[in-house]
C-alpha cells in the first residue's frame, strides 16, 4: 500500500474543503430523497449515538449523507460545524493515519467546537473503530458512518462499539421508491391504486428486470444501465470480496459467486458446490462467507425448530438486486417467476423479516416467522395461472405445522380470497400489504 506523509496541514485542507462545498456557502445537489432511510438517520443523530449506515456499494449511501447535511443546513446549522469525509479517495485512504489527521486539520483549521461528522466508507481504514471510539468517549461530536460491507456492523464494531451505535440498513430502491424515481406517486385510495394499476404493473415488470440501483433506474439509455451494472458488479467483486480478503484463489472465487448468482433461489448444500465446482469443502465455505459478507448474496435456511435439522438440509441464495443479477445471465423473460421470487425476499429482509423456506412433498417459497411465535407461509408465482402444487404446499405446511396463520400466494394479477388462500397481486403485494 502507499502510504502519502502529509507535512502540509494546508493540502490536506485543500482536499476536505472540496469534499465540503457548503464550508464556502455552495449548495449541493442530493438527489431524489429517500424518506424511509433519511428520517431514520435524522432521528438517530439526535440520540448523539454513532449512526451506522450499512449496505451494498451502490445503494445509495453517500447520497443519504448528503441530504442529511442538507437537513441540517437547512435547521440552520453552521456549515463549518458538518464535516464529511469519503474514505473511498484515495488522497485519503492512503493517508498514514487518515481518521486522525483528517480530524487534527478539521479541529486545527476550521471547527474547535462540537460538529456532525460524516465518515463515508470508513471500512477502507485500518482499525477504524478504535478511532471511532475514541471520538465517541469524548462526547464531543455526533457521528455517522458508511461501510459496503457488513463487517461494518459485525465482529469489531459490535464487540468495541456494542451498545454504542443504531444501524441503518440501506439496499437499493423498493418498489415504492422505484416508483417515485420515475415521478409516479402511489395513490393512498383504493380507486386511485385501481386507475393507475396498468402503468403500476408496467413499471413492474422494468423492476424485475433492472433492479433498483438508484443511478440505472434514472439512467435512460437501456445500454448504459446495463454498463453501470457490470461495473457495478466488478466493483464489488473487486473492492468488498477480492481487496478484502485473503483471497488465494481469484478464478474459484469467480467462479462459485457466478454459480450462485446464475442459480438464484435454488437449493444447494456446500457439499454438492464443492463436487460440481472441483473446489475444496472449506474454500467453498470460506469463499461464500466473504461473498455473503459483501450484501451481494443472502442465505436462506430450511425451515425447522430443530438446529440440527435446518443445518443438514440445503440452503437457498438470493441477490440484493435483480439488475445486478442480471448482470450475470439476462433471460428476463425465461426467468421473471424467479425473479419475482428475489424481489419478494428482498422485500422480507427490508421489512426485518426472519425468513426461511420449506419441503415436504411439495414446496413453500417463504416461511416467516412472526412476533409471537405464529407464522405464515408465502408462495410466489408471476403468473395468473396457478398451478396446484402451489396451493398444496401451503395447505401441506399449515397441516404440519399448527402455529401457521396465513397462507398467501403472490401472483401476476389474481387478488381473491379462496379455500384460506389469500391471492394478492405482487404489485399489491409489495405497495400495500
Not at 477502507?124 to 471511532?132: A, K, P, Y
Not at 473487486?238 to 446464475?262: C, M, N
Not at 459483501?294 to 438486486?321: G, H, I, W
Not at 420449506?358 to 405464515?376: A, R
Request: with cysteine; charged share 30%.
Amino acid at each position: 500500500m502507499i502510504i502519502i506523509k502529509l507535512t502540509n496541514m494546508v493540502e490536506l485542507l485543500e482536499i476536505l474543503a472540496k469534499m465540503n462545498p457548503w464550508w464556502q456557502g455552495k449548495k449541493i445537489d442530493s438527489g431524489i430523497e429517500r424518506p424511509m432511510y433519511l428520517n431514520k438517520i435524522n432521528d438517530y443523530l439526535s440520540t448523539r449515538e454513532i449512526v451506522a449506515v450499512n449496505g451494498i456499494r451502490r445503494s445509495g449511501k453517500t447520497t443519504l449523507l448528503k441530504q442529511s447535511i442538507n437537513a441540517l443546513l437547512d435547521k440552520k446549522v453552521s456549515p463549518a460545524h458538518i464535516f464529511f469525509v469519503n474514505f473511498d479517495e484515495p488522497d485519503i485512504r492512503n493517508l498514514e493515519n487518515p481518521v486522525k489527521q483528517v480530524l487534527e486539520t478539521y479541529e486545527q483549521e476550521v471547527n474547535t467546537e462540537e460538529a456532525y461528522l460524516f465518515f463515508d466508507e470508513i471500512q477502507n481504514v485500518g482499525e477504524w473503530e478504535r478511532h471511532i471510539k475514541s471520538v465517541y468517549d469524548q462526547k464531543k461530536h455526533y457521528v455517522v458512518i458508511t461501510g459496503s460491507s457488513s463487517k461494518l456492523l459485525e465482529n469489531r464494531l459490535a464487540t468495541l462499539l456494542s451498545g454504542r451505535y443504531l444501524p441503518v440498513n440501506v439496499t437499493p430502491l423498493d418498489f415504492r421508491e422505484y416508483l417515485n424515481f420515475h415521478g409516479i406517486e402511489v395513490p393512498k385510495d383504493k380507486m386511485g391504486l385501481a386507475a393507475n394499476k396498468n402503468k403500476i404493473m408496467k413499471k413492474l415488470k422494468e423492476c424485475l428486470a433492472e433492479g433498483g440501483f438508484p443511478r440505472v433506474v434514472l439512467q435512460k439509455d437501456p445500454e448504459l444501465k446495463k454498463e453501470h451494472l457490470k461495473a457495478y458488479y466488478e466493483s464489488i467483486v473487486y473492492k468488498d470480496i477480492l481487496l478484502s480478503h485473503p483471497i488465494r484463489q481469484t478464478k474459484t472465487l469467480r467462479e462459485l459467486l457466478y454459480y450462485l448468482i446464475s442459480n438464484f433461489t435454488s437449493p444447494y448444500t456446500y457439499d454438492n458446490l464443492s463436487k460440481n465446482l472441483k473446489i475444496d469443502f472449506a474454500t467453498v465455505k470460506e469463499y461464500l462467507g466473504y461473498i455473503l459478507e459483501s450484501k451481494m448474496l443472502y442465505e436462506t435456511n430450511f425451515f425447522s425448530y430443530s438446529l440440527k435439522t435446518q443445518a443438514r438440509n440445503p440452503k437457498k441464495a438470493y441477490c440484493v438486486d435483480n439488475g445486478l443479477r442480471n448482470t450475470v445471465s439476462f433471460k428476463f423473460s425465461a426467468d421473471f417467476g424467479r425473479l419475482a421470487e428475489n424481489l419478494v425476499f428482498v422485500e422480507l429482509m427490508r421489512r426485518g423479516k426472519e425468513v426461511y423456506y420449506w419441503k415436504g412433498k411439495n414446496e413453500v417459497d417463504f416461511i416467516v416467522k412472526e412476533k409471537g411465535g405464529s407464522l405464515k407461509a408465502i408462495n410466489v408465482t408471476y403468473t395468473n395461472e396457478v398451478t396446484e402444487r402451489e396451493i398444496k404446499g401451503l395447505h401441506e405446511f399449515k397441516q404440519e405445522f399448527k402455529k401457521t396463520k396465513q397462507l398467501i400466494l403472490i401472483t401476476k394479477d389474481i387478488d381473491k380470497r379462496e379455500g384460506g388462500i389469500r391471492f394478492v397481486p405482487l404489485w399489491k403485494w409489495l405497495l400495500v400489504e
